[in-house]
């Protein structure tokens, strides 16, 4: 059975820094491509950024170009985000989740369909 946690979520006041990360268990970690997605109340979850299952290949939306980076650790099975000069407007919960085909790169919320069961982000002023 495939697990995603995610960890990491806090509060931070802004321009703060953060890093998420999101364990997998079950998944075939090397063969799939990951992402970031979230969510405020209210609002329909969005995509934050993904990275390929094949080395350096990555997509940001582009208000979190230039301060947040995604990664993955093959021998941890974990993904990571990298959260910097966070933003009021960054306030989400923050989920990962596994493209539901392998080998395949897509940043379209539609093609992940495993999910982690989110950790809160606060960015304070």
């Known amino acids: 059975q495939v697990q995603l946690v995610e960890s990491g979520g806090g509060l931070v006041q802004a321009g703060g820094s953060l890093r998420l990360s999101c364990t997998t268990s079950g998944l075939d970690f090397d063969e799939y491509s990951m992402g970031w997605f979230r969510q405020v109340p209210g609002k329909e979850r969005e995509v934050v950024a993904c990275?390929?299952?094949?080395?350096?290949?990555?997509y940001y939306i582009d208000s979190v170009k230039d301060r947040f980076t995604i990664s993955r650790d093959s021998a941890k099975s974990t993904l990571y985000l990298q959260m910097n000069t966070l933003k009021l407007e960054d306030t989400a919960m923050y989920y990962c989740?596994?493209?539901?085909?392998?080998?395949?790169?897509?940043?379209?919320?539609?093609?992940?369909?495993?999910w982690g069961q989110g950790t809160q982000v606060t960015v304070s002023s």
């Open positions: 989740a596994s493209v539901r085909i392998p080998r395949f790169f897509s940043m379209h919320i539609g093609m992940y369909d495993r």
């Open positions: 990275i390929s299952w094949r080395p350096g290949e990555t």
